[in-house]
């Protein structure tokens, strides 16, 4: 692999992950400390996801408009701009949402400007190390906001982790931009994201490889809430404790990344989508776990099944959005995809929450839910191959 051209896209997602997730406790210190309302907090996460859906028709131009590494390198310049409105004591929502608008526009960037560095083949690799630099970075970087909670040097330090992945985006191999005047034609823009979501997903791989990312992105969304209260409910552990469970998540994906990038080779992605329904049946019967050794190396196996066959999906359909429209399009339709996912699972999940359902029915139908999923998506995808055995 072509690592060279590879290091810098990874040491820049890891070191923009790892100050996203840090500023996020952070935020949520704030509103703490000014007592603001509850439903502010949740909002902060649902803001991220609320960019990706609004600014998906424009995001992917954006990246598509100019180099891919130049688009990195603005848009954390864009997350740096709302850690300066924190500290100018400006409205945190306001602030936490230009950082989403950074993220957002961040994401088409960082994983269209693969398929411009590497050929095809390389493509499982690839993603393995950008999905496992961005999972390491999740709990190390809850870790640090919370080490940075109440002092001053915390948005400070923070930004200069921003800063650091900017540098970073500097050093990524130059790629000329797809397409210069992408933004120049708002309204088609608009009608061309609408198109560019029916055609990528009337495509059979990629709709197969959509499906599949968005169901996994949305469960990890509501996932890390479940995790939380399943582990203060079940386990008896304090909220610090049971936060740090997110770490054997975190390294089971890590170890699923990269034994999918060294033993999946993008002709065979599909071939992962049994262990989806393994770990749907974990989640089903995660609730029953009590005993806190037991349910690190639980949720740790639940890690290694997502990374596993996460990242292969992730390949399959850059591999397929390449071919059908700009790369940078691509992911951003992946991404409107994944986020409204990820919007209505965590809709449904409050719902739940504020209806009183007992965890065990909770967890049990989420698990359940996820095998469902999977089976019809596995069965919808053998049929496709039957049929074009014929």
Partial sequence: MKTRALLPVALAQFLGSLADNALLIVVIGLLAERHAPGWMTPSLRLLFYLSYVLLAAFAGAAADAAPKGRVMLFTNLVKLAGCAMLLADMPPLAAYALVGLGAAAYSPAKYGILPELLPSDELVAANAWVEGSTVVSIPLGVALGGALLGTRA????IGVIYLLSAVAALAIPHSPAR???ALDNPRGLVRDFVRSLALLWRDPPARLSLAVTSLFWAAAAVLQFMVLRWATERLSLPLNHAAMLQIAVALGMVAGAVGAGRWIPLARATDTLPLGLALGAMVFLMSFVTH?????????VIGLLAGLTLVPMNALLQSRGVRLMHPGQSIAVQNFYESLGSLVMLAVYAALVSAQVPLLATVA?????ITLAIGALLLRGRMLRGGADR
């Avoid at 806190?292 to 740790?300: E, G, K, N, Q, R």
């Avoid at 139908?365 to 839910?369: E, Q, R, S, T």
């Fill in 365 to 369: 139908g989420f698990g359940l839910l």
């Fill in 292 to 300: 806190v050794a037991v349910a690190i190396a639980w949720l740790a």
């Fill in 179 to 181: 397409d210069r005047r």
């Fill in 154 to 157: 915390g948005l400070p330090a």
